[in-house]
Every structure is written in C-alpha cells, then in structure tokens.
C-alpha cells in the first residue's frame, strides 16, 4: 500500500514562511493527483492545493497567490511552499494522493498531518 509521510510544519510567525513536503512511497500504479488539505480546531477540513498528473494546479481562494504546490516526480514528492502566513492560516495540514490501481479501482491515501502555528 501506499505511505505518505509530510513534514516541514511549525511554528512561525504572522508574515513567515514555511515550506511543507509529502513523500511517497510503496507500490503505486498510477497518480492521478496529490494535495494538501488543511483542518483547524473546530473547523471543516478544507481543499488547500492539488496538483494534477498532468501538471495544472488548484488553491484555495484564502491561499492563492501566497502557497505554491509543486512536484518532485523522481523522489515521489509534493511539496507546499506557504509564504505571507497569517493567524487563520494555523491548521493540521495532511497530504493526499489520488490513485488508480491496475484494475481502475480508485484510492484516496492520507498522511498523518503536520501542525503548522502561526502567532507571533
């Protein structure tokens, strides 16, 4: 089975920057896509970032212009490059890949998270 594992979280304050990565490993047939998701305390876990096989990108409306998704595809990464952090921007952030196995079966794998503060 697939494995993610993120890291790059911490504490930072309003105005930092943090970069996040998401490495892969185990059998995989074929991505269809990976992301970032984010969840604060009391809050809907919510659609960061993603980006697709094909290279074309998604954010946020809050984050856009400040994240930048990007791929290492010979280390199986993704990575989150978070710039401008605000307070509201303090979440768990998990990691998410999109597969499709030799029979077409669809996947969805999640990371454990990684805690990203912001405060100054």
């Known amino acids: 089975q697939v494995q993610l594992v993120e890291s790059g979280g911490g504490l930072v304050q309003p105005g930092g920057s943090l970069r996040l990565s998401c490495a892969a490993s185990?059998?995989?047939?074929?991505?269809?896509?990976m992301g970032w998701y984010r969840q604060a305390p009391g809050k809907q876990r919510e659609l960061v970032a993603a980006?697709?096989?094909?290279?074309?990108?998604v954010y946020a409306d809050s984050v856009k212009g400040r994240f930048t998704i990007s791929r290492d595809n010979a280390k199986n990464t993704v990575y989150l490059q978070m710039n401008s952090l605000k307070l509201e921007d303090t979440a768990v952030y998990y990691c998410?890949?999109?597969?499709?196995?030799?029979?077409?079966?669809?996947?969805?794998?999640w990371g454990q998270g990684t805690q990203v503060t912001v405060s100054s």
């Open positions: 998410t890949l999109d597969e499709l196995d030799s029979t077409s079966y669809p996947r969805t794998y």
């Open positions: 185990g059998s995989i047939f074929r991505i269809n896509a």
């Open positions: 980006i697709i096989s094909g290279g074309s990108t």
